[in-house]
C-alpha cells in the first residue's frame, strides 16, 4: 500500500493486529498493494517534516503466493460472506435495541409519583 497516500488507513487493535485499507475502498489487494494507476493517489501532506515515534505501526506481513487474479477474487467471495451475514446481525441488534427501549418506557419504582 501507498502509505505516504491521504487515503491510506491503518488502525492497531488491542491483539496487535494492523488493518491497513484504503479509505475510498480503492485497493482491491490491501494490505499489500494499491493499484499503480489509482485515479485518487493524493499525496499525504501533514506530516512532512514530522519525526515519527516508536508508534509506527510493524511492517506489512508477505504477500500471500498466488496470482493477483486469485488474491482478488478470494476478497471478494470474503466480502460477499460478510455481506451476506451483515443483514441478518443487523436485524438482531435493531430488535436488542426495541426491546431494551420497550424497557426504559416503564418505570421501577412506583412510589412517590
Known amino acids: 500500500m501507498r502509505e505516504g497516500c491521504k487515503h491510506f488507513q491503518s488502525?492497531?487493535?488491542?491483539?496487535?493486529?494492523?488493518a491497513r485499507f484504503c479509505q475510498l475502498d480503492l485497493a482491491p489487494e490491501a494490505p499489500?498493494?494499491?493499484?499503480?494507476?489509482?485515479?485518487?493517489?493524493?499525496?499525504?501532506?501533514?506530516?512532512?517534516?514530522?519525526a515519527h515515534g516508536s508508534l509506527i505501526?510493524?511492517?506489512?506481513?508477505p504477500e500471500p503466493?498466488?496470482?493477483?487474479?486469485?488474491?482478488?477474487?478470494?476478497?471478494?467471495?470474503a466480502e460477499d460472506i460478510v455481506n451476506g451475514v451483515a443483514g441478518d446481525v443487523l436485524?438482531?441488534?435493531q430488535a436488542e435495541?426495541?426491546?431494551?427501549?420497550?424497557r426504559e418506557g416503564r418505570r421501577w419504582w412506583r412510589f412517590g409519583r
Do not use: F, N
Open 11 to 18: 488502525r492497531t487493535y488491542d491483539s496487535g493486529e494492523v
Open 32 to 50: 499489500w498493494r494499491c493499484p499503480d494507476d489509482c485515479p485518487s493517489y493524493a499525496p499525504r501532506l501533514a506530516d512532512v517534516g514530522w
Open 57 to 61: 505501526e510493524p511492517p506489512v506481513g
Open 65 to 77: 503466493e498466488g496470482a493477483p487474479e486469485d488474491i482478488a477474487a478470494v476478497l471478494d467471495s
Open 91 to 93: 436485524a438482531e441488534v
Open 97 to 102: 435495541k426495541a426491546k431494551a427501549a420497550g
